[in-house]
């Protein structure tokens, strides 16, 4: 590895998050792996999903053989400025408020499934007294 080597703040390295343009934040280095999407054994949805991150804990969870670690070094670019890397992701999603009308769709789920199994219940009673009453009948 060079040391000559450029330092990148978060911002820039997220914005590299396509298939024709990838670039991953792994152990506070930042790696070009346009060139590999298409060789990656995972796919490149794998990669695509670990851009705009730090990528580390989805390398290591996957446990890297010693020769796709030695890979590594041929995409090399630079140093990520750890201080601009967020700590978590935020998940900005939509924000749902309770709604006192939903409890009504609730019971009527449970009660689509309890009803049939009483109807099935209450006919297996039914049965079950006239099969008793004839048979003390005869």
């Known amino acids: 590895m060079a040391s000559s080597k450029k330092t990148f703040v978060f911002n820039e390295v997220s914005t590299h998050n396509k298939t024709k343009d ?3 934040i ?6 070009d792996v346009t060139p590999f999407m298409e060789d990656h054994p995972g796919g490149d949805e794998v990669l695509l999903a670990a851009t705009g991150k730090d990528a580390t804990s989805d390398f290591e969870d996957v446990g890297h053989s010693d020769d796709a670690r030695g890979m590594m070094d041929k ?4 140093e990520i400025d750890r201080s601009t890397v967020p700590l978590k992701r935020v998940f900005v999603g939509k924000e749902r408020n ?14 689509q499934f309890l009803v049939p199994l009483l109807i099935l219940a209450l006919a297996f009673a039914v049965r079950s007294y006239t099969k008793d009453n004839s048979s003390s009948s005869a």
């Not at 995409?75 to 630079?78: A, D, F, L, R």
């Not at 309770?98 to 009660?111: C, E, G, M, R, W």
């Open 22 to 24: 990838c670039w991953l």
């Open 26 to 31: 792994i152990e506070g280095k930042v790696y």
């Open 75 to 78: 995409y090399y670019i630079g």
């Open 98 to 111: 309770y709604n006192p009308d939903d409890t009504s769709a609730v019971i009527i789920k449970i009660l």
